[in-house]
């Protein structure tokens, strides 16, 4: 089986760094700070729509310069408040020793997410590491688990996606995949359930025993 993770609010809680690279940014461009709880609904269609939501009716402009001053500050406040959910790293391990392959696809810009993958999994977890890129469309376009599954070497009947938001749902939809929604990140159960995922886990546990044993017998 290939599983595909997303990142943020998925195998990471990186919340805390968005929001103070944001508000970092939006102070430094006269636009209004956010709560945590605003920069949340903000999260999961990439660093340009991030800051469109931020400054709804702001030129182009203005958002480019948000944008700017937003990757600057997050290319030194990244790692501010910004871990792995406990059980993450044990379960990953586990997968890997049963023998299946990991990737990951974001919509966090590239770099940015090759270096908090590298910080966090270092060694050989991941066969691929995919964040957005200007020649390939972002989620919930279906290009990035194409290319993926391509790499790899695998149909996308083996393949499942997992992620915390209803663009990861709807990615693996529109890329003829399984989808696994966990509800502890940054989109809510009601918002997910829309979305109508092959798979639910609201917990690391449960995660686990889908993974582990649920899928075994019917992806390999």
């Known amino acids: 089986m290939h599983i595909i993770f997303d990142l943020d609010g998925t195998l990471v809680e990186s919340l805390p760094g968005i929001a103070a690279a944001l508000n970092a940014a939006s102070a430094e461009t006269g636009l209004p700070t ?88 270092p060694g050989e977890i991941f066969d691929l590491i995919l ?28 393949a499942i996606l997992v992620g915390d938001s209803t663009v990861d749902l709807i990615t693996a939809r529109n890329a003829g995949i399984s989808s ?9 159960l009601d918002q997910l359930q829309a979305e109508s995922p092959s798979h639910t886990a609201d917990s690391v546990s449960m995660l686990h025993s889908i993974l582990t044993s649920e899928l075994t017998s019917s992806l390999s």
């Not at 729509?49 to 030129?59: E, G, V």
């Not at 696994?180 to 809510?188: I, N, R, S």
């Open 131 to 158: 964040g957005q890129r200007e020649h390939i469309e972002k989620k919930p376009d279906p290009s990035g688990v194409h290319e993926i599954l391509q790499s790899i070497g695998c149909s996308p009947a083996d």
């Open 34 to 121: 956010h709560s945590d709880a605003a920069v949340r609904s903000f999260i999961g269609d990439g660093a340009r729509m991030l800051c469109k939501r931020s400054a709804p009716d702001q030129s182009e402009d203005t958002i480019d310069k948000l944008q700017a001053s937003f990757a600057a500050h997050y290319s030194r406040e990244w790692k501010t408040g910004t871990l792995v959910f406990q059980g993450i790293e044990p379960l990953l391990t586990e997968l890997k020793t049963l023998g299946h392959s990991l990737s990951i696809l974001s919509n966090k810009p590239h770099h940015f997410t090759t270096e908090i993958v590298e910080h966090f999994f």
């Open 180 to 188: 696994l929604a966990v509800t502890w990140g940054y989109h809510d």
